[in-house]
């Protein structure tokens, strides 16, 4: 096994570099907008991310810090939008990203709700399927005898050995048989919106809501559709949203299942009956994410539960507009398409409004890491 990562300095020390940027030390003062955010909302969502939990996909290991400012954020809860800031700047040190490469670039995500059924019928004939047994995830930056440079999981054989998992079109094409199913959904183009976002709410026919997690994927590497279908039918880069991308997908459904093959990887879910109707998804990092203050980053080089400081626009739910973005968020989960020391996605919530600025979040990002103090107790 071996294994990498993105911080070139002992954990209990102020990084000044990661992989591909360097990082500037800064005052709170120098940062727009910072003194009008609301802090309470994202002390709670730091909270949140200090609980023990499952993580479903491995990430650096945080600076032994950061669970000195968790004990210390218990006891803030409910103190006020003050105090509650004035606990980020007592507990942590700006650090202005400074990427060697492309600029900070954020996208959004959203949980999405679709109608579906836990059991197979005409209307609902697509399974969505649950981890196989025989799937083994790699950890990052672990690699393994047997599974080419660059997966992340793989399959294990009967024999113990280990290979590549089938591809999204070996798995429709039925060369796992035997998979779990965990409901049945209207269509292939529902489940891989489903896939693409993590993480899904399900209404069944008797109005009740059934909670999908992520499970698991097959390791290949992600691809964009989005990107793919902009470059084959010469559509504007910034007119590519996610619904002109499901429209065209719904509207050919024969095509369709051909070119989602394209995106080679797979996600697998499972029933997430311990989330309340009013929570939010399972991100990566094993706990509930938090709309507008939770965000995806790079695991290789970013350790969860690390607060960052995002500043830039995003669009709001009038097309053509955009709003202020200045907002203090949390590392809370990550992505297969989310790769650089500059590049986040933020969690909008759930639903069509949501899903609708989400897709429409193509912006740059100026991003402050906030790293914890270690001279603290």
Not at 136 to 163: C, K, M, N
Not at 312 to 339: F, H, K, Y
Request: charged share 20%.
């Amino acid at each position: 096994m071996s294994v990498t990562t993105g911080i070139s300095h002992s954990v209990e020390q102020v990084p000044s570099t990661v992989a591909g940027a360097r990082l500037e030390r800064g005052s709170f003062d120098s940062l727009a907008g910072w003194h009008e955010d609301d802090h309470a909302a994202a002390l709670t969502a730091f909270v949140m991310g200090c609980k023990r939990a499952d993580v479903l996909r491995q990430g650096l290991e945080p600076p032994a810090a950061l669970a000195r400012a968790c004990s210390a954020a218990l006891a803030m809860i409910g103190s006020g939008k003050q105090m509650a800031r004035l606990f980020f700047e007592s507990r942590f040190v700006p650090l202005a990203i400074l990427p060697d490469g492309p600029p900070g670039f954020l996208t959004g995500y959203f949980e999405p709700e679709f109608r579906g059924s836990t059991v197979r019928t005409d209307a609902f004939p697509v399974p969505l399927f649950g981890r196989p047994d025989d799937l083994v995830t790699l950890g990052q930056g672990e690699s393994a005898a047997g599974v080419p440079q660059g997966l992340q999981a793989a399959r294990r054989s009967a024999d113990g050995t280990l290979g590549p998992y089938p591809t999204r079109r070996e798995i429709e094409e039925g060369a796992v048989p035997g998979l779990p199913v965990v409901a049945w959904l209207a269509n292939e183009v529902d489940r891989f919106v489903m896939q693409v976002q993590g993480s899904a709410r399900l209404r069944l026919s008797d109005g009740s809501l059934l909670r999908v997690a992520y499970a698991g994927r097959n390791g290949h590497p992600y691809t964009s559709l989005g990107r793919l279908l902009s470059q084959t039918e010469a559509i504007p880069p910034a007119e590519m949203t996610m619904d002109r991308l499901v429209a065209r997908l719904k509207g050919d459904p024969g095509w369709a299942r051909r070119f989602m093959w394209n995106n080679a990887s797979f996600v697998f879910f499972r029933v997430a009956p311990e989330l309340a109707p009013n929570s939010g998804p399972i991100g990566g990092a094993g706990v509930p994410l938090t709309a507008h203050r939770s965000v995806a980053a790079d695991r290789a080089i970013w350790p969860y539960g690390l607060p960052i400081w995002l500043y830039g626009t995003t669009p709001t739910a009038t097309r053509n507009l955009t709003e202020p973005l200045r907002r203090l968020a949390v590392i809370q989960d990550t992505g297969s398409a989310i790769v650089g020391p500059a590049r986040f996605d933020l969690y909008f919530g759930s639903g069509a409004e949501a899903g609708f600025v989400a897709g429409l979040t193509r912006h740059g990002v100026h991003a402050t890491i906030l790293w914890p103090r270690a001279d603290l107790p």
